[in-house]
Each structure stands twice: as C-alpha cells, then as structure tokens.
RNA sequence: GACCCCAUCGUCCAGUGGCCUAGGACGGCGCCCUUUCACGGCGCAAACACGGGUUCGACUCCCGUUGGGGUCACCA
C-alpha cells in the first residue's frame, strides 16, 4: 500500500438509470474506499448534452443514496469542466501527441462500411496524420471543421490489472482516437483522464467493458505526463439471456427494486457476491464485515448472472431480521397507499401495527408482501376464500363456532394461552379435534386459510373485532345455508 | 470480422497439484416440526466444456478446440 490516500470514484452519466451494473461497481468502490480508509467520489459525466438529462442525476443519485453509499466530497460535474478539457485537448496538439483530423462524420462511416463490407479492420484509417503541415494549415485557413485524434505510438501497451492480472495489447490494435470533437468540446476518455488525474484518483474500479477504454487512456496519461491511477475491472453483470445488463437494454433501475419492495441491504449484500467473495461459506455480511473483508484480490474474473430469485431470498433473510418497528415504518405507507387504512389511523395504533408486521414478517419475502399478507387485518370488507369456505364453513360448524365465540365473549383475559385453553376445552367437550375449530375460525376472522398462528392473530385482532368478525361469519353461514 | 476477457451443479460462490467419493447458497424434490402458510431442521438430485500435454499425481499448470461475454461512435 503507498502512503497516499486511496481515492475511488463512481462516475456514472446521466442518460439513463442507475442499473445493478452501475451499482455494484459503485458499491465495489465505496467498500474498497472504506477499507483502506480512503475517498469515495462521484462524477457525474454530462459531457454529451444531447442525451444527458438531469432528471436521470437525481435519480441516480437516488439511487446511490438509497444504497447507504455515501460520497464524501462534492460531486463533480463535466459539465462545469468543458474549459479545462479544452485546454488539454489544445496542449495535445501543442506537444504534438494529437493531430487534427478533417474527416467528416459521413466519411468515416462510410470507411467504416467498407472496411465492415470488406470484412477488415474498422479502426481509422489516419488519413489525416499524413497530411501535410502545408496541407493542414490550408484547411485551418479554410476555417474548414476538424476534430483532434490521439496519435497513438508504435508498440505494446499493458497494465496490471487488479482482477485480471497482466493485460496486454498490441497498439495496433488501438485506434487514434477523437479526444475534441469538432465544436472544441472533449470527448469522455480525454474527459475521464483530466477528471481522475485532477481528483487525484488512485484506483478506477469500473466495468470489463471499459478495457479497451483504458488502454487508450493509458495513452493519454502518457502523453499528458500523469502518473497511472491503478485499473481493475469488474467482470460484467448478465442476464438471464447473457446479455450484460445496460442502459441501452433498457435494463431496471436500481430503485425499482426499491419499490418491489427490496431492503438495499439486501440488494448491497447480494451484488457484493457477484464477482467477489469473501471466499468462504458464509453469505450473509453486515456492511462493517464487508468493509473489513473487501480486498482487491478476491474478485472473480468471469461474468456473473443476475438472479432476482436469490436476491429475494436474501431480502427475506434481512426482513425476518429486521426490527419489526421499522419494518412497520416501511409498510404504513403502503397500507396507507393500497387504501386498507389511513395515515392517522395508523398514527394512533402504531403499536398495532408493529404487531401486525411482526406476526407476519417471516412470511413476506418483500416489503410489499405485507400489504396483501396483512390487509384483513385493516379491512373489514374482506372476502372469504370459496375453497375454504366450502370446506370448513358448514351448519354444523357454525354452530361449533357460535359456542367457541360465545366462549371468547366471555374471556377475562383475551391472552395466548386462554384462547388456547378455551378452545381446546370445547373441543374435548365435543370430543373432536382441535382442528375442527381452528380452521373455520381462522377462516372467520381473517378470510384466509393460511395465515400466522391463529392465537397470535386472534390476541392481535384483540376480543371484540373477533367477536365481531366471528358473529358475522356465523350469520353468513346460516344465511347461505338457509338460502 | 478484428482485438480482449472468461470457462466448476440451472444460477451465484468455494476449491489454488495429492485433503475431491468436488463444498456452501439460491432454486427444485422428499421427509420432519406444525391448526394452516411460512420459519426452522434433515436429506436427495444436480457441475469440473472437450482434446492434447507437464507431472508419480490434475478441477487446479501449459497449449489448442469449442462455447459464452465484451469492445470496435465527433456515446459514455
């Protein structure tokens, strides 16, 4: 490790939402900076106009924030840097590691065709590194437009790579690339490496698909005489169909999966595992295990899918061990939203609802699971399921229950244990089983066949609304019977 | 097509030359617990892509093949 500080950024672009890709190289970078006790960076790059949005930086900084990663100085924008890029690109061309290029947009597709249709190399062809100084200094008198092109040298260009290891490339296999396009303005690699090299970026932690990027840029330090920040490069996030997951795709954001209901320890805990290991059996970590654990040298090098369904089991994991008062702050709003109750309603019965999340809260592998699993427990107006009531609520049931709810009337104390008492003695006084009467109460005080243990719902529905939700269903039962 | 990366159960991850009759997790299946549904417990099925080397010995090292992925914009 150097003396210096570790410095890591995540440095998204506006023009779409921040998907699982993004976010777990973001949370790769924010646990590297943890750990070594460094700087975690945003930048936004918004150098393209036409398709940045600031729209999309709230919401990607939504989602940054939703995720716990907190950056710890001001964000950085290009759009505030185009001066600066600018400038650089000039210098470029001053020390003579750029040149002008007048090719126009049209022709360089169209030597891109033919090269496609020719089945050759695609890469630029340098027409314009051949032209003359005479010939350069005609077009720029001309005014005629000219983007700026790295010229990259003859040789080999390789790094050491945090995940991969050595990474090689023949520089003929690199293209002069445009670093100013023909309005002056930057082009991101030129933008990424003035950024890096001027925030002081010791390590870029970003995506496999960016190597090919980072070789270039490893020209453009050269020429401009920065020092080399360290590279690693995640292996890709996939599909199901394999394909990795992208703006362009049109794949999720991350808070979608907020709104379905996912904890984002759960999503943090989860994508920490693709591509990286703690290299042991262990699955569940807190965030101070993952700080402490997160080194370079455990990446895994190979692409990873993405599997929603056991994201959802480590979110069922983080619900069921969540204390049920905020997992009861995270479900009022969709109770209040799905219309089962109010906001004050629920101000004044907090303690109930508290309840209510806890009964359930091993049942519901997401937070909005709660909603359908605890609407009887808000809603009078609840429907009993046919197939259950077709079993259990039969005339000689009714008249069991009417007994049993004549007998819960009556009950001093409407605890656990009693109701578990009062119930079993009315069955040992029928002589059936206890089933007999469980079943079709629950059916009668909840509308559902399944549900958690019927004392503990019967205490939290507490005696009255039991009474009442039983009388009701007797009657139900004896009109339809006598229909 | 060129270049680069990757290759263990369906999926994620262990395994760094002998501990492997390959381990864990998700999912699947079965059993147990149980008033139901869950939770939990126990168990089962399920993989080293293929071919050559190297070695006393390869899942582990090397080469090739095949397969998958990525990149080839005046986007980022």
Redesign the pocket.
């Known amino acids: 490790m150097t003396l210096s500080e570790v410095r890591v950024r995540i ?3 506006p ?1 779409g939402y921040v998907h699982v890709g993004t976010a777990r190289t973001a949370i790769f970078n924010y646990l590297f900076a943890r750990r070594h006790g460094g700087k975690f960076l945003v930048r936004i ?4 106009k ?3 949005d600031p729209v999309f930086t709230e919401a990607i900084l939504s989602a940054l924030k939703w995720l716990g990663l907190q950056w710890d100085e001001e964000i950085v924008y ?1 759009s505030d840097r185009i001066d600066l890029y600018k400038t650089h690109a000039r210098k470029l061309l001053e020390s003579g590691h750029g040149y002008r ?1 007048f ?3 049209e022709q ?2 169209q030597d ?1 065709e033919k090269a ?1 249709a020719e ?6 062809n340098r027409r314009c590194l051949n032209l003359s100084q005479a010939e350069v200094e005609a077009q720029v008198a001309l005014g005629s ?3 700026i092109r790295l010229r990259i040298p003859e040789g080999e260009t390789n790094f050491d790579d945090l ?8 520089n003929e ?1 690199l ?1 002069d ?2 670093v100013a ?3 002056g ?1 930057a ?3 030129l ?2 490496v003035v950024d890096d090299h001027d925030m002081g970026i010791t390590h870029v932690l970003r ?7 980072t070789f270039k840029q490893i020209h453009l330090y050269h020429s401009f005489g920065f020092e080399l920040p360290k590279f690693g490069h995640m ?2 996030i ?1 599909r ?5 997951v ?1 703006k ?1 795709l049109g794949d999720k954001d991350v808070l979608a999966f907020q709104r379905e209901g996912v904890l984002p320890e759960a999503m943090f805990n989860y994508l920490c ?11 569940i970590y807190s965030l101070e295990e993952l700080i402490d654990l997160f080194t370079s ?11 929603v ?2 994201l ?2 480590f979110n ?2 983080y619900i ?1 061990n969540k204390p049920d008062h905020e997992l009861a702050a995270m479900v009022a709003p969709l109770l209040v939203e799905a219309d089962l109750t109010t906001k004050y309603w629920l101000e004044t019965r907090w303690e109930y609802l508290r309840q209510v999340v806890g009964a359930l809260k ?3 592998r997401r937070i909005v699971d709660f909603v359908e699993l605890s609407a009887y427990f808000f809603a009078f107006d609840y429907q009993y399921e046919s197939d259950a009531a077709a079993k259990h609520f039969t005339s000689e049931n009714a008249e069991l229950l009417s007994e049993l709810t004549d007998r819960f009337e009556r009950l001093q104390d409407f605890t656990h244990e009693a109701l578990e008492q009062t119930l079993s003695a009315l069955a040992d006084d029928k002589g059936i089983k ?2 007999r009467l ?2 079709p109460t ?1 059916l009668a005080v909840s509308g ?9 719902m019967l205490v939290i529905l507490s005696q009255p609304v039991v009474v009442e939700r039983m009388r009701r269903a007797i009657e139900i039962i004896k009109n339809a019977n006598s229909a």
């Open positions: 440095a998204p672009s023009s790059e918004n150098t393209d036409e398709r940045s290009q290029c090719c126009s947009p360089l597709a891109r496609r089945k050759k190399d695609m890469r630029y437009a000219y983007t995940v991969s290891g050595e990474l090689k490339r023949k296999d293209e690339f445009i396009r023909s309005d303005t082009t991101y690699n933008a990424v995506g496999n698909d960016h190597v090919t990027n292996p890709m996939l199901p169909d394999k394909k990795k992208s362009r595992l693709l591509g990286w290991s703690p290299k042991t059996d262990r699955e040298d455990n990446f895994n090098p190979s692409n990873a899918i993405f599997d369904e056991k959802v089991a069922q994991e069921a091993l049942r519901a206890r089933a469980i079943h629950r559902r066949s399944k549900g958690p243990s019927l004392y503990e």
